[in-house]
């Protein structure tokens, strides 16, 4: 009778550990476009004590399950200072811990900045930097944009031209 209760705990604890990893491994993005993706793209954005107004053209946006979204567009910085512009050209937000390239990212909304060598680096509001990570080349992309999501097999693509991220 002991074994039995052992094994059902066992069993139980090993469903309670696993049913989290398998719900999450099913919700995959789908990249909203229209008007799924003006409802949740914000008209401005706050960085470092100043808003911007987004550029709705370079905005992408995308939904893992029912309520947990990844959204991102450029910014206008023109006329802001070059130590602003050179690091930060839009925001990136995510309602939900998310894996950006090979690191973790928590809930936030963020601004961020693909450099000249290859990373993608993310600032929390007041400037700081949260994370850096090394970008990949799609070479293979017919038509890149400034911004875009895409999905692919490794997980969803976040584009800035042919540079790009995989956010999970």
């Known amino acids: 009778m002991k074994s039995q209760a052992r094994r059902f705990a ?24 229209g008007a799924q993706l003006t409802r949740v793209v914000p008209l401005g954005f706050y960085f470092e004590g100043q808003s ?4 709705p053209r370079n905005a992408a946006a995308a939904r893992f399950g029912e309520k947990r979204h990844v959204v991102a567009a450029l ?16 925001f990136f937000i995510a309602d939900s811990p998310s894996r950006v390239g090979d690191r973790a990212l928590e809930t936030g909304d963020y601004g961020f900045g693909f450099t000249d060598d290859g990373r993608l680096n993310i600032f929390d509001v007041g400037g700081r930097q949260v994370l850096s990570v090394a970008a990949e080349t799609d070479k293979n992309l017919r038509r890149p944009r400034p911004l875009m999501m895409q999905t692919a097999a490794d997980g969803l693509r976040f ?6 991220i995989v956010i999970n």
């Open 75 to 90: 910014v206008d910085t023109s006329g802001y200072a070059t130590e602003i512009r050179a690091k930060y050209e839009g």
């Open 52 to 55: 911007a107004p987004t550029q």
């Open 10 to 33: 066992l069993i139980f604890a090993l469903v309670l550990v696993l049913l989290p990893v398998t719900i999450f491994a099913q919700e995959k993005a789908v990249v909203l476009t």
């Open 159 to 164: 584009y800035a031209g042919r540079t790009y």
